[in-house]
């Protein structure tokens, strides 16, 4: 008994000391989408600090591979308040590509925020007035931005041919997080 609570304050004392209070957050644009916002926090608390140091240039390989050894860890050791250490390592290596693809290129996402929002400004407005889905305001957000690339872009004819002669036009993967944060933010 007194081996299990010195263990449980010398546990808490790590986790309170380790975490510095102004660490970086998950943004929630980058969180996979079963991610629930419990799990997102959890994320948070472990590698705050990590995540600013991503903002602050560390680079990606290495701040996974110290985001996974502390989920790992927790993992082995049970702490991980219920979570799956896949769940946990995908929330978390999300949140690290988010950033340092931001630090890299900053002027993509100041440039880019705008346009998205002018693109995908009929699905914000359904969606903040309840006549979509959030998962429907996603899809509608991203046929728009592909559509903005390609104008005859359809999603019903390019989505039921054979994965291999989709013509599904080049868009950069950074211009739909940019649509998620503007549709997460509309409500």
């Known amino acids: 008994m007194k081996k299990s609570i010195i263990s449980i304050i010398s546990i808490v004392s790590i986790l309170i000391s380790s975490f510095s209070v102004s660490a970086a957050e998950v943004p929630r644009e980058s969180a996979p989408c079963n991610a629930t916002k419990e799990a997102i926090i959890f994320v948070e608390i472990c590698i705050g600090d990590i995540l600013?140091?991503?903002?602050?240039?560390l680079g990606y390989a290495d701040a996974r591979a110290k985001s996974n050894r502390i989920f790992f860890n927790a993992w082995l050791n049970g702490q991980t308040n219920g979570y799956s250490y896949g769940e946990l390592v995908d929330i978390a290596n999300n949140a690290i590509w988010q950033y340092r693809d931001m630090h890299l290129r900053p002027d993509f996402y100041a440039n880019n925020l705008e346009k998205v929002?002018?693109?995908?400004?009929?699905?914000?407005?359904?969606?903040?007035s309840s006549k979509i889905t959030y998962a429907e305001a996603e899809f509608n957000a991203r046929v728009k931005i592909y559509q903005s690339v390609n104008p005859n872009f359809n999603p019903d004819v390019e989505y039921m041919k054979d994965l291999f002669s989709r013509d599904i036009p080049s868009v950069d993967n950074s211009l739909f997080i940019l649509a998620r944060k503007l549709i997460l933010e509309s409500k």
């Open 52 to 57: 600013t140091e991503v903002q602050n240039g």
């Open 117 to 128: 929002r002018v693109i995908i400004a009929p699905v914000i407005e359904d969606y903040q």
